[in-house]
């Protein structure tokens, strides 16, 4: 009887084991800090950093330091480069993207945080917010309010949880605006994809997702029926 028990509870703790591995794999995703970029950061430069590629417009590499234009930006907590990009909603619109992420786990839950900003520069004439893009997956950030002249409202947290449709999959952030044909300046930093709840860098992170999933529970379940049929013939 206990040699039956034991191989029930062998059999549920590897296959428990083997999705707890699954839930420990993380995508090729690379420089969500928008670091490497060696060019003037004080101007329009329609670069992006090392790893990212241009899907829309011109999306710039700016810093904390960048003021040309009456612009007014902060380092965000991480410090560094940003990605700064112009949403008209429909119209000019700045995006960029990493493509085909590979080492998903489909059905898998995924983190994606990060901070955002807004600034007004000469050219702002509205609030705006990024428009995130995983697989065949959207969401939205949180709207940002346009300041007023020389007015920096700071870097805000964004957290947005995405579930994974297939094992290698695109993401994508995009400028966009809260009003036609109107632009917004915005800011996007400390970007985080991953396993929900392991960015240190994130303080309004939810909890971790490494609990039992329904089918770790179903698994669980087949054993423990298993377990009660070989008692009831003993």
Do not use: C
């Amino acid at each position: 009887m206990i040699k039956k028990m034991s191989k029930h509870f062998a059999i549920a703790a590897i296959a428990t084991a083997s999705i707890q591995a699954n839930a420990a794999v993380l995508p090729t995703f690379t420089n969500g800090g928008f670091e490497g970029y060696t060019g003037d950061t004080n101007r329009h430069n329609g670069i992006v950093p090392p790893g990212w590629t241009t899907t829309g417009g011109t999306p710039d590499t700016f810093d904390g330091n960048t003021n040309f234009g009456n612009y007014t930006w902060a380092p965000s907590s991480t410090g560094g480069d940003f990605l700064h990009g112009i949403g008209t909603l429909g119209g000019w619109t700045e995006s960029a993207q990493q493509v085909a992420l590979t080492g998903l786990v489909v059905g898998q839950r995924y983190e994606i945080s990060f901070e955002q900003a807004i600034s007004r520069s000469d050219w702002s004439e509205t609030g705006g917010t990024w428009q995130i893009t995983f697989g065949a997956e959207t969401q939205i950030s949180e709207m940002m309010a346009i300041p007023d002249f020389g007015v920096f409202g700071g870097w805000e947290w964004q957290t947005m949880i995405f579930t994974a449709t297939s094992t290698s999959q695109t993401l994508t952030v995009t400028a966009t605006s809260d009003t036609q044909g109107l632009r917004a300046d915005l800011g996007i930093d400390s970007f985080f994809l991953g396993d929900p709840g392991s960015n240190p860098d994130n303080p309004t992170t939810p909890p971790s997702s490494n609990v039992p999933e329904p089918t770790t529970l179903a698994l669980l379940m087949l054993s423990w029926l298993g377990l009660a049929v070989t008692r009831r013939r003993s």
